[in-house]
Every structure is written in structure tokens, then in C-alpha cells.
């Protein structure tokens, strides 16, 4: 872990990691929706409708799971003051407001046919709204200050003061009524999705994590190197500024320049 | 070290302030954040006749009664309270008898529900048709009563998650 806060060791591992994600994403997430659109029967009651369920839930899932890892990049940020926990936490917001935004979608045209509607104001919809535009928010915040060392302190408190939404959306469901019906995987007494649907929902599940996992890697990585280029290109400029002025004064005073 | 310790104080405090001024928030606008009434909270908060809200729970089995001009009647209980609705357009393909349902709509004078728009809602149960059938022939699972499977007590599952118990 200790090992990882080392930027320079951290873009090495990555790098050498990155093929090997994005293969085995794309092996799952095949296998995943194989399982899911053509081998897992329709559901009772939603009959094939139920198949969005395999690319909504783990949208959710991710969307949630990003933003907890920026919150913990935050915590470290703040507390021990790691570069490449602030880097990993830009480079996962888009990633997560990417999953957010999926699943807003997908859920969407699933509400369509079963609910009778795109959209209701319920606990559950709405919190995952305000996850959404805490992504854009902190988003813009990073672009909207220029010093990246202040950008990454504001932006860590915001990521920290939004973690507050993330047990919002997960009990939802249980603390208020909604349109949305209650947790079936993790909830207590078990998972209420009989084993044929259930399964591919889990592989989809873990397609996504490694899909994130390939997005925020490379993300990061790609993060790292800017930040190493705007110090260099920042180091350069100093010493371009202190060599010129160094000139000018010294021509201001040579003789030559008297002369 | 000990400014470490002094942030991480900081970030640990300031959380868990935040956490109690959201809860504190939550609860108070807990009312608001409700998205429907369910039979019995009718009954218990008694909203003034003619306001626009939503009522939920389950159709009740039998309780459909469908006329030509496109005009529906059902029953929505909460195993405890019903109430009578009426309604007239297209119901969403969900809409079944012992199946959840939202509707928005106006209290009327003579106590029943006039809905402008209804939505279905359904459960957190997915299994393929077969095993709901076979369920159903065993005699372990009775949807109509909105009773879940190998639940044969407790009431649906949608109905009592105000009172946070039921799983």
C-alpha cells in the first residue's frame, strides 16, 4: 500500500497491469452479458424486460463503489498528503460519473415498461441524481482552480462532504417508501434473485469492477505523467525566468550593455 | 507525526458532525421524502380531501373491476387499511392483482381515491417462470396475498419498510 504512494512506482505497476485488466475485462463482460441476453431465462413477472437488470444494477454498484474510493483517496489525501491519492481520485470521477450516468439511463428505459414511467422524484432516484452532479461538481472543481495543490485539498473536502449521499442511496429503500423496490443481493437473509438470474448479475457485476479497474488504472496513470510534465514544464520555466532576469541584469550592468 | 495526527482528528470530527447534521435533516424531512401513503398512513394523517398525493400497497385480488369506457376500479391494502380507487386510462403492463402499485391522485369526499396517473411497482423477487410456478403448485407462495416465498406470516415486504422491520 505504501509502496503504491510512490508515484513513479505506482505508474510502473500500472503499466504493467493495464493489458492484462482490459483483457480480462472484456472476457468477462462478454461472458457476462452471453450469460445474461441469451442463456438466463426470462423473469415471472418481467418477463424479458429483466435482462437490463444485467447492465443497471452493476451500473449502480460501480457508480456507488467509485465514489467509495475516492472518499478513502480523499481521507488519505487529506490526513497523509499523497499525490496518487488525489490523482486516483480525479481520474475516477469520470469514470463514476460515467457508471452513474449508465445507470440513470438504463434504469430509465427499465422504469419505462414496468413502472409506466422514465422518471419518478423518489428517495432512491433522486439520491442517485445528486451522486451524478456531485461527480460533475467535482469535476469542475479541480478545472476551476488552477493551483492543482489547492484544487486537490478543496476537491478532497467536497468527495468527503458527498460521502454523506452514499448510505442515503444504499438504504434508500429502506428508510423511505420509493417507487424503486428494495436491495435483492445485499440485503439481509440472503439474495431474493433465484440462482439462473442471479448468476449472470454477478459476473456482469465483476465485468464492470475489472472494467473500472482498467479505466482507473490507465486514468491514473495518464494523471501521473501531466503531473510530472506540469513540474517539469513549471521547474523549466523557473529557471528560464531566473536566467533571463539573471541576463538582463547583468547586461543592465556590464558595460557592454552601458555602452 | 502530530500534525498527521491533528488532520486526521480534523477529518474525523468533521465527518462526524456532518453525518449528525445529516441525520438530524433526514429525520425531520422524513414526511417530505416519503413518496407515497400507504392505506393506513391515510388513515393516521389524515391529508385534507381534493390534495394532490400518492397512495401505495397492493392490488388486491379480486378487487379488479374493469367497465367499457376504459374506467378501473381495484382495492389497495396494506394487509391492514384499504382503500377504493378509481381510475380511468392505460395501466402499465406491471399492473396485476397481489402486485405493488403507486397511484397519484385526490382524496374524494366519499373516502375513495380518484387516481390521474398510476404506476406499478414491483418486488425485489426474480425468479425464471417455471420456478414461480412450481412454487405456486407446492402451495409455499400465495402473490395474490403479497406474501413472499416461504413467508407465510409476515406481511408484503413493500408495506413494512417504514417500521424498518420485516428482513
Known amino acids: 500500500m505504501f509502496q503504491l504512494a510512490n508515484p513513479r512506482r505506482f505508474y510502473d505497476l500500472a503499466q504493467r497491469l493495464e493489458p492484462w485488466v482490459w483483457a480480462i475485462a472484456a472476457i468477462l463482460l462478454s461472458y457476462g452479458l452471453y450469460l445474461g441476453l441469451i442463456v438466463s431465462p426470462p423473469d415471472y413477472q418481467q418477463g424479458e424486460t429483466v435482462r437490463i437488470m444485467f447492465v443497471h444494477v452493476p451500473a449502480a454498484w460501480i457508480a456507488m463503489m467509485a465514489y467509495s474510493g475516492m472518499a ?27 457508471f452513474t450516468f449508465l445507470a440513470l439511463v438504463t434504469g430509465s428505459l427499465w422504469g419505462r415498461p414496468m413502472w409506466g414511467t422514465y422518471w419518478v422524484w423518489d428517495a432512491r432516484l433522486t439520491s442517485v441524481l445528486i451522486l451524478f452532479f ?21 476537491a478532497a473536502v467536497l468527495c468527503l462532504v458527498g460521502a454523506i449521499n452514499l448510505p442515503i442511496i444504499k438504504f ?27 448468476t449472470p448479475l454477478l459476473v456482469m457485476g465483476i465485468a464492470y469492477m475489472v472494467l473500472y479497474l482498467a479505466m482507473v488504472l490507465q486514468r491514473t496513470r495518464i494523471e501521473i505523467l501531466e ?9 523549466d520555466a523557473s529557471r528560464a525566468d531566473r536566467d533571463t532576469s539573471t541576463l538582463s541584469h547583468r547586461s543592465a550592468h556590464s558595460p557592454e550593455g552601458a555602452l | 507525526m502530530r500534525r498527521r495526527t491533528q488532520r486526521l482528528w480534523f477529518v474525523v470530527g468533521g465527518l ?7 441525520a ?75 402486485q405493488g402499485v403507486v397511484a397519484q391522485g385526490r382524496l374524494q369526499p366519499d373516502g375513495t381515491f380518484a387516481a390521474a396517473e398510476v404506476l406499478a411497482r414491483h418486488d425485489e423477487n426474480y425468479m425464471p417462470p417455471e420456478v414461480a410456478k412450481a412454487l405456486k403448485d407446492q402451495g409455499m407462495w400465495h402473490p395474490e396475498d403479497g406474501k413472499k416465498p416461504g413467508q407465510q406470516t409476515a406481511p408484503a415486504a413493500m408495506l413494512d419498510r417504514p417500521s424498518g422491520g420485516g428482513q
Open chain 1, 227 to 235: 503531473h510530472r510534465l506540469a513540474l517539469a514544464l513549471a521547474a
Open chain 1, 72 to 98: 478513502v483517496a480523499s481521507i488519505s489525501s487529506l490526513i497523509w498528503r499523497h499525490v496518487v491519492a488525489d490523482l486516483f481520485a480525479k481520474a475516477s470521477a469520470p469514470v463514476g460519473a460515467g
Open chain 1, 134 to 154: 456531485l461527480y460533475l461538481g467535482y469535476m469542475a472543481l479541480w478545472s476551476a482552480i488552477e493551483d492543482q495543490t489547492k484544487a486537490a485539498r478543496a
Open chain 2, 16 to 22: 462526524s458532525v456532518l453525518s449528525v447534521a445529516a
Open chain 1, 172 to 198: 434508500s429503500v429502506d428508510w423511505w417508501n420509493t417507487l424503486h423496490q428494495p436491495a435483492s443481493v445485499a440485503r439481509l437473509g440472503g439474495p431474493s434473485i433465484h440462482p439462473a438470474i442471479l
Open chain 2, 24 to 98: 438530524l435533516v433526514l429525520s425531520a424531512m422524513s414526511d417530505n421524502l416519503v413518496f407515497f401513503y400507504s392505506p393506513t398512513d391515510l388513515i393516521k394523517k389524515a391529508p385534507p380531501v381534493g390534495r394532490m398525493l400518492r397512495i401505495g400497497g397492493l392490488v388486491e385480488a379480486g378487487s379488479v373491476r374493469r367497465s367499457d369506457d376504459g374506467s378501473v376500479a381495484f382495492v389497495v391494502t396494506d394487509t391492514n387499511k384499504t382503500l377504493a380507487v378509481s381510475y380511468h386510462g392505460l395501466l402499465p403492463d406491471l399492473f396485476r392483482e397481489g
